[in-house]
C-alpha cells in the first residue's frame, strides 16, 4: 500500500512538471501522451547519445529576445537587430547554421563585407587553387577550394598553424573536425557545421573508380576478431 | 497488481520526460553567438554576446582574426575594458568612429547573467559538452 501511495505521489509530481513544460511550450497534446512520446534520455537508457545531439534546430533566426541567449530584461536586447530582418530571405536556404549560404550571398553581391577594416574599397587577395584530398572510405573525395576561402580569410589565419602547407601532412578526420580541430576551427563553430545536408559541400568528388572495402586476409581477421 | 505495474512505467517514462528537458536547456540563439564571460559575471555585468552573423555581414573573417589579432577561441582573448577603450580587440571599431563606442554597455553585456563562455550551436557544444553534461548527470544518478 504504502508503494502504491508513493507511486501516486511521484506520479503526481511528475505530471505537475511535465504540465508545466507542456504550458511553456504552448503545446496542446495531454500531459500523459507528452510523457510517454518523449524521447527517453541518454542518462535513462544509456544509449550514446551522438546522432540525437546533432539533430538540426527547429528554428533558425530566432529574434534575441527570445533565443535563450539573451536577457530580455536587459533594455539592450530589445535595440539588437533580429537575424531574420537580414537573413530570412537570402536564397537558397540552407537548414543548418544561419540558415544561409554565405559564399553565395558573397558571389551574388547581397553583401560586401569590408576586407580592411577602415578602406571600404580594398580588394581580397584571391588564391584559386582546389586541393584534392582522397578519402579512404565510401565517401567521395574531398575538394578543398581555397577561393572561397581566401575570399574570407587571410592565409596566415590557416597557414601554418592549423594547416602545415604542405602536400600530405595533414592528417584530418571526421572526429577531429568534429572535436573543434582542422576544419572544425570554423566549421561547426560559424562557418557551415557537419550536419547530414551539408556533407557533399566538402566531399564533392566522386571517385572515378567505386570504392570497394578491402577484403579481410586471414592474419588481419585474426588479429581484429573479437574473443 | 496490474494497475500499480502500469503507474511504475508511466513513472519512468515522465521522470525519463523530465530528465530529457531538465539535461537539454532551450536555446536557440542564432548559430556562432559567441557568449564571453570572462570576467563579466564576477564583475557585476551581464555577459557580453557577440553576434558573429551581424559583423559577418559588414566584415570578412580577415579583419578580426588576422588584422586585430582575435583567436580562433571563445574567450581565449581575455578582453577587458580596459583593453577596449585602449583601442585593442572590439574597441579598434567600437570607439565612435567606425561603429558606436563603449557607451551603449547593454548593447554587448546583454547575455543572461550566469551563461557561460560559450559558442553558440556549435558541434563541441553539442557533442563534447552536452556529452559531459549527460556523463555528470549519470554519475550523479549512480552516486544516489
Known sequence: MNKL?????????????????????????????????APPSATQTGVGPFNRLLKKPKQLNLPPMED??????????????????????????R?????????????????????????PDAVPIVMDLNIHRPVRSAMPDVIFPHKQHTEWLDCSNCHPAIF?????????????????????????????PITLTECKRCHSKEKDTPYKDPVPTAAAAKTTARP | MKVEKYLHIVCLAMAAAIGYFAVLPAAHAEYGDVVINNYADKRGMRPVVFPHWF??????????????????????????????????????????????????????????????????????????????????????????
Open chain 1, 5 to 37: 501511495i508513493a507511486t501516486l505521489l511521484l506520479l503526481g509530481i511528475s505530471g505537475a512538471v511535465v504540465a508545466a513544460e507542456k504550458t511553456a511550450k504552448g503545446s496542446t497534446a495531454d500531459a500523459p501522451s507528452a510523457g510517454i512520446s
Open chain 1, 68 to 93: 535563450g541567449i539573451h536577457d530580455p530584461a536587459n533594455e539592450g536586447t530589445a535595440m539588437l537587430q533580429p537575424p531574420a530582418e537580414v537573413l530570412a530571405d537570402w536564397q537558397p536556404r
Open chain 2, 55 to 144: 559583423h559577418r555581414v559588414r566584415f570578412r573573417c580577415k579583419v578580426c582574426h588576422a588584422d586585430l589579432g582575435f583567436k580562433f577561441k571563445a574567450g581565449g582573448n581575455e578582453i577587458d575594458m580596459a583593453k577596449i577603450i585602449d583601442g585593442k580587440f572590439c574597441g579598434a571599431c567600437h570607439n565612435g568612429e567606425i561603429a558606436w563606442s563603449v557607451e551603449n554597455c547593454n548593447m554587448c553585456h546583454s547575455g543572461i547573467p550566469g551563461t557561460p563562455t560559450q559558442i553558440h550551436e556549435s558541434t563541441q557544444q553539442k557533442l563534447v559538452d552536452r556529452v559531459n553534461e549527460l556523463n555528470k548527470a549519470r554519475q550523479l544518478e549512480a552516486g544516489k
Open chain 1, 164 to 192: 602545415i602547407p604542405q602536400k600530405g601532412a595533414n592528417q584530418i578526420s571526421m572526429s577531429a573536425i568534429l572535436l573543434g580541430q582542422k576544419c572544425g576551427v570554423c566549421h561547426g563553430k560559424v562557418a557551415f
Open chain 1, 95 to 119: 537548414t543548418a547554421g544561419n540558415g544561409v549560404n554565405w559564399v553565395e550571398a558573397l558571389r551574388q553581391g547581397k553583401i560586401n563585407p569590408r576586407y580592411e577594416r577602415t578602406d
